[in-house]
């Protein structure tokens, strides 16, 4: 029995007239995976008022039609990832250059950032929003040279909190540098992991290679261990949680 869809809510989004289709001849394009990658673009700068990106994406997925996930996954135009148990996807460099011109980093997001992390910017804003002392978070904001994930300001434009999601990384200099830059800003840091295998990945690099082994074994590899090891050395401007406990 053939699925009936329902009419588009939104019109297609103006990248999907953009397709750069005479770059790429490895896959077929039907009008529903243009339509899938153009709403992933759109998800992904939040632009789809019928769509939060606290959802799973196959809502996504499935308003587009009948997109060839697979197809477009092995042809390295899509990723596709599980996040608290929800389905995200992702455009990569090829995808977006299909779609248009402008990758994440250039005019909006982290460079190159995918679903996972963007997520987490979003659920670290709330986060940080529902606190006493800060008026307002801005995502993606610069200060002093630098780019941080999230800033909260008081009512009176001064920094409160700075936060920085980190997702899985073999990267430790990047890692390093992340925790240098929240270091040295004002006020509180909050470290925002997607799981307790991310924070133990990520923390395990700062203990080596920032804190030269100063944190217990335990602390660097679960956020309980972390807070109680915090907590009895009335450190409180350290924060680091999973995105469940953000919820």
Known sequence: ????????????????ADFNLDR???????????????FIGSAFRNELDWYSLTES?????????EPNVNALVEC?????????????????R??????????PGNEFGDHMEKMPHRVG???????????????????YERYDGETYDVIGYDSSGNIVVTGEVETESNNAKAVVEDYK????????????????????EVWGMINEHALDGNLP???????????????????????????????
């Open 1 to 16: 029995m053939a699925i009936q869809h329902s009419p588009l809510d939104t019109p297609l989004p103006e990248a999907y």
């Open 217 to 247: 074994k335990q602390a660097a590899h679960r956020t309980h261990e972390l807070e109680e090891f915090l907590d009895r050395n009335n450190i409180s401007d350290i924060t680091a949680k999973t995105y469940g406990k953000l919820n």
């Open 24 to 38: 790429h001849d490895d896959h077929e394009f039907s009008d529903d995976d243009k339509q899938f990658m153009a």
């Open 181 to 200: 830059k929240l270091s040295e800003a004002p006020g509180d840091m909050i470290w925002v992991h997607p799981s307790e295998r991310a924070f133990s």
């Open 76 to 92: 390295g135009y899509i990723d596709s990832s599980r996040l608290l148990n929800k389905r995200y996807y992702s455009l990569t």
């Open 57 to 65: 994406m196959t809502s996504v997925r499935d308003r587009a039609g």
């Open 121 to 139: 910017v979003h659920l670290l804003s709330q986060y940080i929003l529902e606190r006493d002392d800060v008026e307002s978070a801005e995502s």
């Open 94 to 103: 090829k995808g977006w250059r299909t779609i248009g011109e402008s990758v």
